[in-house]
Each structure stands twice: as C-alpha cells, then as structure tokens.
C-alpha cells in the first residue's frame, strides 16, 4: 500500500537529495517512511520540503543513495507503521460517531413528548438539546386551540408562532441543525471513504491523517451507514417542512403573509453558515502573472495577502489587499486593505508639497501682502489726511474736550482768589 506517487524523481549516486522534477507536493509525507525509485527496494526517508530557490519539492533520504544514478523514474512512498494505525484508529472514530448520532434521530422523529440530546461530532463542543417532533406538535395543537377560542388567543398565538423564540424560529433553527447534521454524517462518510479510496499523499478532510487502502471494507461499510442515516435525516427533515407548512398555513389564516418567517428563516441560515465558516490566513500571494491562488481543497475560506499587484478573478489587487475564497460561490473575491496612500496631488513616493504645486495659492498670496502693504503698522503708525474713528480715550485723555481758552471754566480757588482781590480793590487797599 503506498501513501504518494510521483511520476518522475532525479537522484544522483552519492547523494541524499530527490528532487520530484513531476511537482508532485511531498507534505503529506512523514520521517521515517519508504521510498521506493523504479525496481529498487525501499530507503528511508529523512526529511521532506519544498527548495527556496528552484520551489523544487525535495525529498531528503536518511542515507545516500548507493544505486546508480536515476533520472525521471517513477517513485512512491509506503507509510510507516505508526502513520498507518493512526489512519486505522481514525476511520474507526468516523464510524462509531456515526452510529451514535442515529439513536438521537431516530428519538427525535418517534418520541412523543419532551427533548432530545444530540452528541458534537467534535469532543470540544456542547451537547444540543431540542424539543422532539411530538413535543412541538402537541405545543402546535394547543395553539390552534388558543386560536379557535377568541381574536385575544389568536393574537396571542401569532406572538408565540412568529415572535422571537416562536414556533416558526425555532422549526428554522430544527432546520438549520438538521442541514448541519446532514453536512456532519456526509462529511464522516466521504471521510471514511478518503481513508479507503482517496489518491496517495492526499490529507483526509478535517484531519491530519492520510488514506488507507488497507481499510477499504470498514471505511465503505461506514459509508453505507452513514448514507442510510442521511436519507433518515431527509425523511426527518421531510416531516420538519410539513410541520413548518402547517405552521405557516395558521400563519396566512391570522396575519396573510408569510414575509417574517420566511426572512427569519434565511437569516437563520446565513447566521448559522458564517458561524461554522472557518477564515485563516494561508499566505502571501504574488499577483503579478495575472493568476488567481489554487482552489483550496479542503474546509474552510483561506486568504492570502497580495505582495506583488496584479489582477484575477475580475479584481484589481495592489499590494497589501486581501484575497479571500469565497466557498458559496466558488470564487476569489477581494478586501480592499491597501495601507499606502496612492498619490498626493499627482505626486507619489516621498511627498513634500511647494507653494507652485497647488493651484491659485502663489496669485491669492500675492494678492493678500499687496492689501496688507496699504495698511498702517501697529508699532508708530503714520497717518495723512484726515483720520477718523479715533477718540480722546483711546489716546489715553478721556477727560479732555475742544473748548477754547477764552470759555475754559476757572476752578473754585481761582474763583475765590479773584474775589478777595475785588474786595481789596473795593476797599482802596492795594495788595
């Protein structure tokens, strides 16, 4: 059984170093694995990685190779012991997780009252908890009895139909569920058929692990299960769109429209695809041959960061922007992250703006110091001609007037001096 394939390898006498001229990627394989060129036997495998310079991708032996030089020969890679049970152990995982699941659907479709527990296929999520069919149809029941009572009980129907946490919520989150329990038991089958049919080196979805030809019966048995629960789970879901139909015919006989659930229904589901959508960051990506990244393979919306510009996918990239493979669509879409500024008034690089680089600012420059130049300094100013809207108190007089000698008033002790010489004079004495 053989993990990887190249078509043609080069290894020279003497040498550690096979160099896959095929491109055949060698992540998938391990230390210690065998690699066997053409009809040689088997040599032990030291290291695998993909060569800076050539991006050649280069398998690395433990000893040199003693055979005589080999030129585009065919090789292959035989695991070791320790990857090929860990592959064993996996594929029996996928089978008893999807064993444990059918008990669940099976209370779910048949249980008259109460809720039913569903197991994560993943140990590090909670247990899900929901009411079974039976429960929500006897809680629909009542309903319909409330709406045969009074206009009141039908309104108060409607609210717990299609209000928040409603009947008609909670049949688009069954759904929703449903929908992720059927992607779950598909997934766990085309696993189980990777460990048995998958091509060599290719790394099994979800895991770390590789195929396993050796495992072919129980990984197909598994898969025969698990396609036998997912056509349970149709039924199941069958059955959820008929009660969702009854539902929604109360609906249309109390408020004729079927608009919110509807809506509520799709958000549920977008909700609930952008929730187990998983982003993460592959790389940079060179743009500039106009080629978009490979299609990814495995689960998940990688992105790159574009590092040299370019354009694919009906998008122009500069450098810095994101990349990001959108999964629904199956396209490379674009985040426009671009940190540098593009131009400065036409100019790029080292920006540094003069007065001649913006238009009409020299000519208004001008025009302000020629008005400045016609107005009095603050420090000794100069006036000619007449000079208006000056006051005695912004010069510091505010006592002064413009009254001539002549009609100035005399002060009292002027006033008092003048009298005592009229006195004097009238009495003939002569000071």
Do not use: C
């Not at 003693?66 to 089978?95: H, Y």
């Not at 790394?203 to 056509?231: C, E, F, M």
């Not at 959820?240 to 249309?252: A, E, I, M, Q, S």
Request: overall charge negative; proline content about 3%; charged content about 15%.
């Amino acid at each position: 059984m053989d993990w990887y394939k190249a078509a043609q390898v080069t290894v020279d006498n003497g040498s550690k170093i096979v160099r896959v001229v095929s491109g055949e990627l060698v992540a998938a394989i391990n230390a210690h694995d065998g690699l066997l060129i053409g009809s040689f036997t088997g040599r032990d495998i030291l290291n695998t990685y993909t060569e800076d310079v050539t991006n050649d991708q280069i398998i690395e032996l433990v000893l040199p190779w003693d055979e005589v030089t080999q030129t585009l020969q065919p090789a292959r890679v035989q695991p070791s012991p320790v990857n090929f049970n860990a592959g064993a152990t996996a594929l029996t995982n996928a089978v008893t997780k999807v064993f444990a699941q059918l008990a669940s659907f099976d209370k779910f479709a048949t249980q008259a009252s109460g809720t039913v527990t569903f197991t994560p296929f993943s140990d590090l999520d909670p247990n899900i908890v929901i009411k079974s069919l039976g429960q929500y149809q006897t809680e629909l029941d009542a309903l319909t009895i409330q709406a045969q009572g009074s206009v009141d009980a039908v309104d108060a129907i409607e609210e717990q139909v299609n209000g928040v946490g409603g009947l008609v919520e909670v049949v688009a989150g069954i759904d929703t569920t449903l929908q992720g329990y059927v992607s779950s038991a598909s997934d766990d089958a085309t696993k189980a058929q990777e460990y048995a049919v998958n091509a060599y080196g290719v790394v099994i979805t979800g895991t770390t692990d590789y195929s396993s030809l050796h495992y072919a019966t129980d990984s197909n048995n598994a898969k025969v299960i698990a396609v036998q629960a997912k056509d349970d789970i149709a039924t199941l879901k069958s059955d959820v769109t008929t009660l969702k139909d009854d539902t929604n015919t109360l609906y249309l006989a109390t408020i004729e429209s079927t608009a919110l659930a509807q809506t509520a229904s799709t958000e549920a589901q977008d909700a609930a695809a952008s929730v187990t959508a998983t982003l993460y960051f592959v790389g940079g990506w060179d743009a500039s041959g106009n080629t978009a990244p490979p299609v990814p393979t495995g689960s998940g919306n990688p992105f790159y960061k574009i590092t040299v510009a370019g354009t694919f996918a009906g998008n122009a990239y500069d450098i810095n922007d994101n990349t990001i493979w959108d999964a629904i669509n199956t396209t490379w879409i674009k985040i426009d992250n671009t940190e540098n500024v593009v131009s400065v008034n036409g100019k790029q690089g080292v920006v540094v703006i003069a007065i001649a680089d913006i238009a009409g600012l020299q000519a208004s420059l001008d025009a302000l110091q020629t008005n400045i130049n016609t107005k009095a300094p603050l420090d000794s100013p100069t006036f000619t001609g007449t000079v208006n809207g000056i006051d005695k108190a912004m010069v510091g007089l505010p006592e002064a007037d413009n009254t001539s000698d002549l009609d100035k008033a005399i002060s009292n002790a002027v006033q008092a001096a003048l009298d005592e010489i009229e006195i004097f004079a009238f009495a003939g004495m002569v000071m």
